[in-house]
């Protein structure tokens, strides 16, 4: 059976014709080709296909999209403003957080969640707020490292008065070579 969905996906309306039993990360992928959404396990075990959802993590292979409508949806691809990345990808890719890249994404948003729920963690909050989301590269110090450093550089802009702490340009003196940072992967490649 074929239904029509209106999903609010990064702040932008879509309205789609799909099948009723699509999965949100198959709609994410496939229908609007934002493919910074991972397939990973497909069984909800390994956290590369997690988006926001009402602000909420939650594993977009193991939801379908219908029970997305009315929801706001947010990818990888919608966690920069315009273009000023996030301060979790910048964080990311300043500490090499990411190594293969394909468990970035889920990490990200999650971490991004995390940073709204508490905006300090310690240690241990974020390793717990990141224990569904795998990682067989880093050995996760990195990834912890890379949030508290987030988390930091976030309190510290907030503190100064910025409009809006969590993103900026990369320009940013800590930053580096701001034409090699991949907004989608948060690491840094050649240019």
Known sequence: MRVRLQLNVNGEQHDI??????TLLEILREDLRLTGTKHGCELGECGTCTVLVDGEPLLSCLLLAVDAEGTEIRTIEGLAAGPAPHELQIAFADLGASQCGYCSPGMLV???A???RTPTPDQDEIREYLSGNLCRCTGYLKIVEAVELAAQRVA???????PDPEHRQLSHPTSGDASTLDPVEGKRGSA
Not at 17 to 22: C, G, I, Q, S
Not at 156 to 162: D, I, L, P, T
């Open 110 to 112: 999650s971490a991004a």
């Open 156 to 162: 510290e802009s907030r503190a100064a008065g910025e």
């Open 114 to 116: 995390l940073l709204k």
């Open 17 to 22: 014709v799909t099948a009723a039993n699509k």
